[in-house]
Nanobody, 124 residues
Framework: QVHLVESGGGLVQAGGSLRLSCAAS????????MGWFRQAPGKVREFVAA????????DYADSVKGRFTISRDNAKNTVYLQMNSLKPEDTAAYSC?????????????????WGQGTQVTVSS
């Protein structure tokens, strides 16, 4: 079992930046790929970004590519999501999860041990 706690969300104007953190405790964090997902009200949860166990490989949804950067610090058991050039359509609850099988987009990995999420609201 891995326990995840997200932080860093908030209210920001369009064009601004936020950095989300996902702190993990429990089983060996560095053994797993990690992913960020988001869910807006009335919409299904969507994949945002993923990172391999070593941090050497990353993948992004087309909607955030070039604006968001996922990274991890295995010494701190933490994965980050740097979000720049935010748009109102980025407004959602953002959650991190552990890739227990594979890593990357949901079609390539199996995710479990979800965090509670942190709200990001982008005003126009």
């Amino acid at each position: 079992q891995v326990h995840l706690v997200e932080s860093g969300g908030g209210l920001v104007q369009a064009g601004g930046s936020l950095r989300l953190s996902c702190a993990a405790s429990g089983r060996t964090f560095s053994s797993y790929g990690m992913g960020w997902f988001r869910q807006a009200p009335g919409k299904v949860r969507e994949f945002v970004a993923a990172i391999s166990w070593s941090g050497g490989s990353t993948d992004y949804a087309d909607s955030v590519k070039g604006r968001f950067t996922i990274s991890r610090d295995n010494a701190k058991n933490t994965v980050y999501l740097q979000m720049n050039s935010l748009k109102p359509e980025d407004t959602a609850a953002y959650s991190c999860a552990v890739a227990t099988v594979g890593w990357g987009r949901p079609e390539k990995a199996r995710y479990a041990w979800w965090g509670q999420g942190t709200q990001v609201t982008v005003s126009s």
